[in-house]
């Protein structure tokens, strides 16, 4: 499984960004699809994930209600639509893929980053006040 992210820029506070995630190769075993960030000086952290219909999605705190992740699987592609960004924002962002057949419900399995076999390249966001 290969994965390619793009959509990252430079926009103003309040702004909104859209991060695509392609994915090719075995696109097709893949169960679960996210986003991860990572700020200079930090740790990588979860941002969002979604289960493989698309309809079952996870989100990190600090992102519900501005943050949304969906899924096309015709089109082996996951997006983030980020809506009233803010500085703190700022990060790379990679979009990671499991290929493990998981039914279960529990958000640490999902936010854990050792979860996913599969990563894209970080596309930069940077928001300024």
């Known amino acids: 499984v290969q994965l390619q992210a793009s959509g990252g820029g430079l926009v103003q506070a309040g702004g909104s960004l859209r991060l695509s995630c392609a994915a090719s190769g075995r696109a097709f075993s893949i169960s679960t699809m996210a986003w991860f960030r990572q700020a200079p000086g930090k740790e990588r952290e979860f941002v969002a994930a979604t289960r493989w219909s698309g309809v079952i999605t996870y989100y990190a705190d600090f992102v519900k209600g501005r943050f949304t992740i969906s899924r096309d699987n015709a089109q082996n592609t996951a997006a983030l639509q980020m809506n009233s960004l803010k500085p703190e924002d700022t990060a790379a962002y990679y979009c990671?893929?499991?290929?493990?057949?998981?039914?279960?419900?529990?958000?640490?399995?999902?936010?854990?980053?050792?979860?996913?076999?599969?990563w894209g390249q970080g596309t930069q966001v940077t928001v300024s006040s």
């Open positions: 990671a893929a499991d290929i493990t057949y998981y039914t279960g419900s529990v958000y640490s399995y999902y936010s854990d980053s050792s979860t996913y076999e599969y």
